[in-house]
């Protein structure tokens, strides 16, 4: 299936899902809606919710969090001008970054379980595989200008944005000497930008 | 120093900010200066969209079954649930479930310390102690399951009879359901009828002899709550709704005014 036939998927299913509301007839066919929209689109983003909480079973409770969110906002992703799957992506982020600061005040040690994984993260770093027939074109593009990087400039970059993390917090996590981080992502950022300006 | 005569710097900033590695004063100064600046908040958007798009290129991995069971028990109790979206949205039940969930974790681990401390001695310390955290596991799981079902048992009402009250020759007027679960009567308004500002709506028990007995008064809202026991309803045929003065009167005197609503009971198995 080529990506704009797919996008056009799952915008069809997010508007299902909202048009429950107002209608007590229609919860039927949106929670079908949601099931379908879970088929296509649970295993990129659990990948999503792994990549930024590292445990499997955290990353679960965040899925779950994710879909509910879904369900209950399908309607303002009309206004959001983004490509379906990217919405849908950044609202699991979202999900996660809270999971993780939920965590952290809830126990101060919560980074520790964190350090070895990411670490492993980083030294075990392998070109994003890329499934073509679900990218938006944006993504194709980040794609393609990420793996021009560096690999580790190209992780360094990943992880500051996937985790919310700052210079100082990623040298912290990565064992890493503060200047060699804000190195590598200035240059990892410039990089991107020259390329990304190619792509309209 | 005005980052519009620099597009160069504007840009490079604006994607150090959508990527989130622009802090403190340096993210505050772009902040400042983006509010008055479209050109400067396209571009952090430009930026930030195209950074949204790297939640596309995590590796997929397939989550367990479960999530989807659980996720469809969720919204079941939300769809069951007389709560509004809007409050689960805002923590709710699953906020209390994940209380509850914790507090089940930490009595594991309570649990683990103290019978690991018995086994300290033994060499089959390691073996144990496996064996142990495998238990805890599998018991925390069916704790979270055990929970997943008392909460969403607790948030779906029960409905054991329910009552259409209608005027004469008038449409369907209120509907009344009864929770024998939360001893709560549901009544929601359906038609247009709205008592005077001196006049209060008042709920009564037909029972199938003797006079009707007060169930309560009604507010002026579309959905009202009463409790009521199971008895009261039970014994009932039949649900009235009268017109009296403001605030009702006592149930000893029986309804004063006109009956407007009446209904038979009905029980639902």
Known sequence: MDPTSQEQRLIALLDRIAARAGQAGRHADSEIALRELYDLTSSRLYGVALRVVVNREWAEDVLQEAYLNIWRIAGNYRAALSPPLAWMGVIVRSRALDFLRRRASERADAGVDLDGALAETVAGDSPDPLDASQASEQAWALHECLRQLEARQRELVSLAYLRDLSHGELAERLRLPLGTVKTWIRRGLEQLRGCMSQYA | ?269
């Open chain 2, 1 to 269: 120093m005005n980052l519009l005569d620099h597009p160069d710097l504007a840009d490079r900033l604006a994607a150090a900010y959508a990527l989130g590695t622009l802090r403190g004063g340096a993210r505050r100064r772009f902040e400042a200066q983006a509010r008055h600046s479209p050109a400067l908040r396209a571009a952090a958007l430009a930026w930030q969209e195209r950074f949204a798009a790297m939640t596309e290129l995590q590796q997929a991995q397939a989550p367990s079954a479960n999530v989807w069971k659980r996720i469809e028990n969720l919204i079941a109790a939300e769809q069951d649930s007389p709560v509004p979206p809007v409050a689960v949205v805002n923590g709710g039940w699953w906020r209390a479930l994940n209380v509850w969930r914790t507090a089940a974790l930490a009595g594991g681990l309570a649990t683990i310390a103290a019978v690991g401390a018995g086994f300290y001695l033994s060499d089959a310390l390691t073996v144990r102690q496996t064996q142990l955290a495998q238990l805890d596991r599998a018991r925390a799981g069916l704790a979270q399951e055990n929970a997943r079902l008392v909460s969403r048992l607790q948030a779906t009402p029960e409905i054991r009879y329910v009552a259409v009250l209608s005027g004469e020759g008038s449409a369907a007027s209120m509907l009344v359901t009864f929770d024998p679960k939360h001893n709560t009567l549901t009544l929601k308004r359906i038609g247009a009828f709205q008592e005077g500002p001196d006049k209060s709506l008042q709920l009564w028990a037909l029972p199938a002899s003797g006079a009707p007995r007060s169930l309560g008064v009604l507010g002026t809202e579309a959905v009202v709550k009463l409790p009521a026991a199971e008895n009261q309803i039970g014994a009932a045929p039949a649900l009235a709704v009268s017109l009296e003065p403001k605030g009702g009167v006592p149930s000893e005197r029986g309804p004063t005014g006109p009956v407007l609503f009446k209904g038979p009971v009905l029980p639902t198995t």
